[in-house]
């Protein structure tokens, strides 16, 4: 399509931002504060686990990687950064 790695993967991930909260927070871990707190929370584990992401990607570029195996293993280490911060720190 001709977009760079890291156009594509910012504007997938800016998408998935509030379907993510809203599939997480109802269907996965269930509401544990209000509404607005969640979000917040959310928003900031997103944030750095977004930017981890993009620090992957790049990594995996710079290593030779091409785009498609560099994004698995972004996508792979947000998924897992992700799930750990909801559990812990968002729907605590």
Known sequence: ????PL????GGYA????????VNRH???GPSHSPARDLRRY??????????????????LAA?????PAQFLAAASYTVAMYVACRVFVFR
């Open 1 to 4: 399509m001709g977009v760079s």
């Open 7 to 10: 156009l594509a993967n910012t």
């Open 15 to 22: 998408v998935g931002l509030l379907f993510g909260f809203a």
């Open 27 to 29: 269907y996965v871990f």
């Open 43 to 60: 928003a900031s584990a997103f944030g750095a686990c977004f930017f981890g992401n993009l620090g992957v990607l790049k990594l995996s």
């Open 64 to 68: 030779g990687l091409t785009p498609i």
